[in-house]
Every structure is written in C-alpha cells, then in structure tokens.
C-alpha cells in the first residue's frame, strides 16, 4: 500500500510491526494481501502503510487497544500469525504505541 | 539502516514518519544518511528503523518527548527538514506517539 493513511484526529493507536524475511516468497505475498483487506473490516481500523526493503515495517491504525485486541484474534489472522512465526519472518518486533499528537506536509 | 532496534522496556516513543519522494535524489541520500548518524547522537535517542518504496517509512525511538522536541529543534535538522519540504517530499505526515507494549519473535 503506498499511500498515506487518512487517520482522524489523536488520540488513536498504531501497531509498529518491523520485520526481517526469509528470501523466497512461500505464499507471502498472496496471504499478506488478504490480511490487509482482512485488517480493513475489522472493527477499530483506520488505516494501514507498509514499506519493505531489508527491513518491512507496516504501521497499522487502530481506535483503541480493544480494536487490536480484536484482531490479534481473528481467526484467519491467527492461521497467519503462525505461518509467519513457522516460515516467512527470521525476526519481528511489534509495538504498540498511542499516537498523541501528528502533524503533516 | 537495515535492523531491527534494540528498544528497552517501554513506554518509550515513536516517531512514525511516513512520506512520499520526488523520483529524483536531489542531495537528498546524503542528507538523510547525515541525518540518521546526527539523530544518532541526539539525546535520548533510542533507535531507528527505515523502508522506503512508494511510500518511505521511518521511524525513530526516543527517551521521552523532551528528547523529540530537542532533535526537531536541532540546527542541521531543521536545515534538512526546510530542504525536505521546499525540495525532496511531495508530502509527509508525522505521528508522535508513546510505545505502551512491546514483543517480538
């Protein structure tokens, strides 16, 4: 996704997911599409960046903590959590964080 | 910079820094990595992670909000983030916010 979220006013939550990959692809690609459009129903949601180079990081935007707690459990996302610990990710660090004040250009 | 930062133990912050480039360098590579190794010496600076395809994400670890305001307010910096808006960033959107909980894999 390469746009810049439309995120409402803070206070809200962002979700720092930083990773580093394995090479190949492994069905990735495919399942981290699904999970963005996944992500985009759940409740809470307001938005999602994402950049990869060595390193991925993808900001998601959340309303609340609730709303993350939500989606850590989804189902669906919970089968894809597991894949990315057993093949995709070497390493990964999540944050999460209160977004108190933004400002943009 | 292609690791994963070493944070300690939150609550600590995040700069979330999300921007869209001009195609074209324009000094703008060796002004970033300047940059970086300044933000580096900064107190109270923790960390920083960065990807960049059509959306350019970085964001930086600090102390404290103290620690924030202090490098937006450094000299150099603030030549840099002049250049960014007259020169290099079709537009950008900063987010500040306080990493309440953390883990990784």
């Known amino acids: 996704m390469s746009i810049i979220s439309e995120t409402p006013k803070p206070p809200y939550y962002a979700v ?8 190949q692809d492994k069905g990735y690609d495919k399942i981290s599409k699904r999970m963005v459009e996944l992500a ?10 994402s950049a990869r180079e060595d390193l991925g990081i993808t900001v998601s935007y ?6 993350i707690i939500k989606w850590k459990a989804n189902f ?3 089968k894809a959590q597991k894949l990315g610990k057993e093949i995709w990710y ?9 977004v108190e004040r933004d400002y943009e250009f």
Chains 1, 2 share one sequence.
């Open 16 to 23: 720092i997911f930083t990773s580093i990959k394995i090479d």
């Open 40 to 49: 985009a129903y759940s409740e809470g949601f307001l938005g999602i960046e």
């Open 62 to 67: 959340w309303k609340d903590e609730k709303s």
């Open 76 to 78: 669906e996302h919970q």
């Open 90 to 98: 070497k390493k990964y660090k999540i944050r999460i964080s209160k």
